[in-house]
């Protein structure tokens, strides 16, 4: 986007909860790209203080946590958008394989760009781009959420594998429900 128009509204969820190396690499991104318009979406400071005072509701209901801290600031800063555009790549996990191009979620479509791209096509990009990778990839981290929430990936777990380890949960509540409209696209 930052080729096309520098100016396009940028959303970055800040939880609160984010890895040090994560916020150093949004502003490294938005430097080097030259990003105007970045929108930081944070949860209500008076509902963190009510609901997760002490930063462990993780731990007990990770589903509140995500809709708190990820859900509704996300869905708040949207307001007035009629699309948005996600990173979501269906080489991430099975329950993303099947993703289509286009969604319709209410009024609103949600684009999946990158859904056909394979690892291989991101690695390549970035490169070719001359993009930085973030820090924490090296490190067996190949997708990135929340601190507390988030762990290093074993050899021949899927990329997602680190996320919400050993709770059952896939996804933080952003995008839970994968529409069908545009799948034929």
Request: proline share 8%; net charge neutral.
């Amino acid at each position: 986007m930052s080729r096309v128009d520098k100016t396009t509204p940028v959303l970055f969820v800040d939880t609160g909860q984010h890895f040090p190396e994560t916020l150093v690499y949004r502003d490294e991104l938005c430097a080097l790209l030259g990003l105007t318009n970045v929108i930081n979406a944070t949860p209500p400071v008076e509902t963190v203080a009510k609901e997760d005072p002490e930063k462990w509701l993780f731990s007990s209901d990770p589903d509140r946590c995500c809709e708190i801290r990820k859900v509704r600031p996300l869905a708040a800063a949207m307001e007035g958008f009629d699309a948005w555009i996600t990173g979501r790549k269906g080489f991430q996990s099975a329950t993303r394989a099947t993703l289509p191009l286009f969604e319709a979620e209410g009024e609103r479509v949600k684009v999946n760009p990158l859904v056909g791209w394979t690892a291989k096509d991101v690695l390549d990009y970035i490169r070719e781009a001359g993009l930085p990778r973030h820090p924490l990839v090296a490190k067996g981290f190949p997708s990135i959420g929340c601190m507390p929430c988030t762990s290093a990936v074993k050899p021949g777990e899927d990329e997602r594998a680190g996320r919400w380890r050993g709770r059952g949960k896939t996804e933080c509540g952003i995008h839970t429900t994968v529409l069908d409209a545009g799948a034929n696209i």
